[in-house]
């Protein structure tokens, strides 16, 4: 576990809301380039791996996202609260207390006001507190347009991964790995680390038609069919493999 969780918290602990994946790219493809032949990063940002097989091997092409859910300053309160507004989807409920970094290393918690319902609660009624004493005071640590990610621990327990953006720097972790222990492709492997998937896939499409592969793989994660509730009955299982989806 150690070596994968090592590789794997090295890729998340790069900052890359999507948008911004720059960090992200470059820990990727400084990890990464050790085991490619040929690396590019198109006008999107994607990262483009290529690891060239038998000439008459087929083109087949794996993708992971690299980029990750957020939200991005969009106004600054006269008390030095920031209102903010989504970088992909997300649930109000989940953003409650939630400790967030911005690029810059400034630190905050989402909060919400106490006057309103919490059944009523929207991304309006919250705000991140990073300790400004006003306006003036915040707008020396974040400026209205920086984005931040979720701050938190990363551990293992019960050989368990407990963690922020397990979506999807656990597929590109995945890759990274797929690709350390390839030694002769029989295929020519092109291996796409893409940028703004959170917010409509929008990296992958123009990486893929540039590729063109025969065939086209996608790594990343999807939800767990054995928690309490859960809306499915399938395959998808904690610890029992990989859900394999068509």
């Known amino acids: 576990m150690s070596k994968i969780f090592d590789l794997w918290n090295t890729v998340a602990g790069a900052f890359g809301p999507s948008g911004r994946e720059d960090a ?8 990464a380039g050790a085991y490619i032949d040929d690396v590019t990063t198109d006008a999107l940002g994607n990262l483009i791996c290529r690891k060239k097989g038998a000439k008459n091997g087929k083109k087949l092409l794996f993708a992971a996202h690299m ?17 903010f507004s ?17 690029a810059n290393g400034t630190r905050g918690v989402i909060s919400y006001e106490e006057k309103t319902p919490l059944k009523d609660l ?3 009624n919250l705000f991140i507190d990073i300790g400004a004493k006003d306006r003036e005071d915040a707008e020396t640590m974040v400026q209205i347009g920086d984005a931040c ?3 938190s621990p990363c551990y293992t327990q019960n050989g368990k991964v407990f963690s922020r953006y397990l ?9 990274i790995s797929a690709l350390s222990q390839i030694k002769n492709a029989k295929n020519d492997l092109w291996f796409v680390f893409s940028t703004q998937e959170e917010v409509g896939t929008r990296g992958i499409r123009p990486a893929a038609y540039g ?11 999807t939800m767990s069919d054995d928690l309490l509730g859960a809306a499915h009955n399938c395959s998808s299982v904690l610890g029992k493999g990989l859900g394999v989806k068509v």
């Open 86 to 102: 989504q970088i992909g989807g997300l649930y109000v409920g989940d953003l409650l207390n939630i400790q967030v970094k911005f």
């Open 149 to 151: 990610v979720y701050e």
């Open 122 to 124: 929207t991304l309006d």
């Open 24 to 31: 992200v790219r470059e820990t990727i493809a400084e990890i």
């Open 67 to 83: 980029d990750s859910i957020g939200v991005v300053a969009t106004y600054i309160e006269d008390k030095g609260f920031i209102r």
């Open 167 to 175: 979506d999807n720097r656990s597929g590109c972790a995945v890759l």
């Open 211 to 221: 590729v063109d592969p025969d065939v086209g793989i996608a790594v990343d994660v």
